[in-house]
Structure formats: C-alpha cells, structure tokens
C-alpha cells in the first residue's frame, strides 16, 4: 500500500494476538541469539586458543553495524535520523566507547570465566544500575525494586562462593 507505514514490534495487521506472536518471536530470536554469541565467543576464546578479544569485539560492532544500516537505510525498519550539534555526538561516543569497553571486557572474561559464572555475575547488573542511579541523579526508585534485588544479589553471592 502506498503511503503506510511499516508494522512496529507488537502491532501487526493481524490483530493482537498476531502482535503477540511477533513479539514473542522477537523476544525468543534475540534471547537464542544471545545464548549463541555467548557460546560462540567461549568456543572461540577458550576451546578453539582464539587469543584476540579485542579483534573479536571489532567484528562483533562491525556486524552490528553493517545490519543496523541495512535495517534503517535499506528496510526502513525506523527512520534515519542525524546528529544535531557537537554535544549531542559527545554523548553518543561516550557511550559507545562504554558499551564497548564492556563487550571487550566480557569478551576477555570469557577466556578466564565459565559462561555460568559470566552469566551469574551479570544479572547483578539491575542492582548497580538502580544504585549508581540513585548515586548520580539522587532519584529513588520504589522501595519495592530495591527488594526484589536482594534475592538476585543474594544468589550471585552464594553461586560465587
């Protein structure tokens, strides 16, 4: 049809429980393909003597990349869009180079770590995210997030000892 816009994650001409479906879809593709990285870097790095982490996070942003251009230039998945001023490009380098440096760095774990210990450290992520929030813009979040992080911080406590 001319003129329509392209279907959004969670809205398809189907109807909701198509949507549904579609979500379910990309929500199960992204979960294997995180399952698959991670595999593939510890295969990589530790079974097959891979002895380059960083040339690996090279390729591993290079694909990102590539796909993501393909997705918004070519499929028009989200409209393109440009950098505004200087700082606007600032923030967008600092946090990529973030991202990064943690991609190299779990990259790197993996050639020392087991995936399961990998795994077990980084779902303490949400606990120093709500607290390194609360440090930096002195915004609490609701007491009830801050329980619900107890078990999972408490589990990654025993599973390391």
């Known amino acids: 049809m001319k003129g329509s816009l392209p279907l959004q994650a969670g809205k398809s001409a189907g109807g909701a429980g198509g949507g549904r479906l579609f979500t379910l879809g990309l929500v199960s593709s992204w979960y294997a393909s995180n399952i698959g990285v991670l595999l593939l870097n510890k295969y990589l790095l530790s079974n097959y003597g891979f002895r380059f982490p960083i040339f ?47 991609v190299v760095s779990g990259n790197v774990s993996l050639k020392y770590l087991p995936v399961s210990f990998n ?36 589990g990654v406590i025993i599973a390391s000892g």
């Open 56 to 102: 690996l996070t090279m390729c591993h942003m290079m694909a990102c990349s590539l796909l993501c251009y393909v997705a918004v230039a070519w499929f028009k998945m989200v409209p393109m869009q440009t950098i505004r001023s200087r700082v606007q490009f600032m923030k967008i380098a600092a946090l990529s180079a973030i991202f990064c440096t943690s």
């Open 119 to 154: 795994q077990a450290v980084g779902a303490t992520t949400p606990f120093f995210t709500a607290v390194f929030a609360y440090i930096m813009t002195v915004k609490r979040e609701a007491w009830l997030t801050y329980v619900t992080l107890i078990p999972v911080v408490t």
